[in-house]
């Protein structure tokens, strides 16, 4: 291995030894308003960096979002470039999240008839990165006008399949599901040409890993919040992409309660892995996901594997850091607030 792909690795760490303390987010906690939570950032974390040049009287919440967000993605994108091997490959992935991200969040807004707020939402610094033409997406006012803005991308033969019903509302669930799961075959299509021996069992077992607690987390959400239909809920699942059997999904899927779901994943191997397997549930993939990332940086000798690490690690603290500022920005209870983080 290359003393490059060594330096990935320590460059990884470095980055990571930089995130916000227990420290940090109690200081965050205490700020009254959007403004002292950006002076807080700007004067004593990582991103600094990123906020140097910003006033904060003339802040506000979704400007610094974005500004954090186009931060954390020249970061990521940086340490992608930095090495050989998969990380094109790896590269191409977060910039794949993240245009499907903006989809997702395009549709949700059409469906409640607020297609022209997309122009403030959407991340400018994505554009160059991306095959998808967000200007065009942001001027579209249908479905239809969508799909043309869209026609030419590789997202195009999943989103055609899919149309408004008769109240003009589209199954926005369904299609993040397809969207999603065509990461998932890509990623495990790149692991499978590009890496090998340990390299490809730790990558492989990480995507597989988070993959089911992902599809957990969204039963316990789908039958504990929205009360939808086991044939619902199973329509949103990705059993091939996980190591949970079609039969323990299905499970899952048909219990009666998230009482029942609990117990069913009490019952297998990754019911111990949860700290409180009798929680709601809402966030243990995200729990999970940050133990998983935080062991494999640590220990991971395939730089490769510690760069993923990393870039689930970056995603929470960032989606922390937005929780905290949108908490504040609605005077949240900062133990509510705190209660959301994952850490």
């Known amino acids: 291995m290359s003393s490059t792909s060594y330096a990935v690795s320590a460059k990884a760490r470095a980055k990571y030894g930089r995130f916000l303390s227990d420290r940090d987010y109690a200081n965050i906690l205490a700020c009254q308003s959007v403004p002292e939570v950006m002076v807080y950032l700007k004067s004593h974390t990582h991103f600094a960096d990123a906020l140097s040049d910003v006033n904060e009287r003339d802040v506000h919440r979704g400007w ?23 990380s ?9 999240q993240a245009q499907t991200e903006q989809i ?22 994505l554009s160059k990165h991306a095959e998808l033409d967000f200007n065009r997406i942001a001027n579209a006012r ?27 509302r589209l199954p926005v669930s369904e299609i993040e599901n397809r969207l999603y799961s065509r990461i998932s075959a890509h990623l495990l299509e ?21 993959h089911d607690y992902s599809m957990i987390s969204r039963i316990i959400r789908m039958k504990g919040y929205y009360h939808l239909s086991p044939e619902v809920i199973k329509r949103n699942m990705q059993p091939e992409y996980g190591t949970l059997s079609v039969k323990q999904i299905d ?14 994943l009490r ?8 700290s409180r397997p009798d929680d709601t549930g809402g966030n243990i993939g995200e729990t ?22 990393f870039i689930l690690l970056s995603n929470i603290e960032l989606e922390n850091v937005i929780s905290l500022i949108e908490g504040v920005r609605y005077r949240v209870d900062p133990k509510v607030i705190e209660s959301l983080l994952i850490r």
């Open 288 to 309: 999970v996901q940050f133990r998983t990332a935080k062991h494999y940086l640590h220990f991971s000798n395939n730089p490769s594997v510690v760069m993923i690490a």
């Open 251 to 264: 499970m899952m899927c048909e219990a009666q309660t998230v009482e029942d779901v609990r117990k069913i």
């Open 104 to 125: 997702i969040r395009y549709l949700i807004l059409l469906n409640s008839g607020a297609t022209e707020k997309f122009i403030f939402q959407y991340p400018a610094f």
């Open 64 to 86: 610094l979002e974005n500004r954090l967000r186009q931060f954390q993605f020249s970061e990521i994108d940086s340490l992608c470039r930095y090495d050989s091997g998969i």
């Open 190 to 210: 790149l692991i499978e040409k590009k890496a090998r021996g340990d390299e490809r069992r730790e990558l492989t077992e990480i995507f597989r890993k988070l």
């Open 267 to 274: 019952t297998t191997r990754y019911g111990r892995l949860v």
């Open 88 to 96: 094109a490959g790896v590269s191409s992935y977060v910039v794949e």
């Open 142 to 168: 249908d479905y239809n006008e969508f799909l043309s803005a869209v026609e030419h991308s590789s997202y195009y033969e999943v989103l055609k399949e899919f149309s408004p019903d008769e109240k003009g």
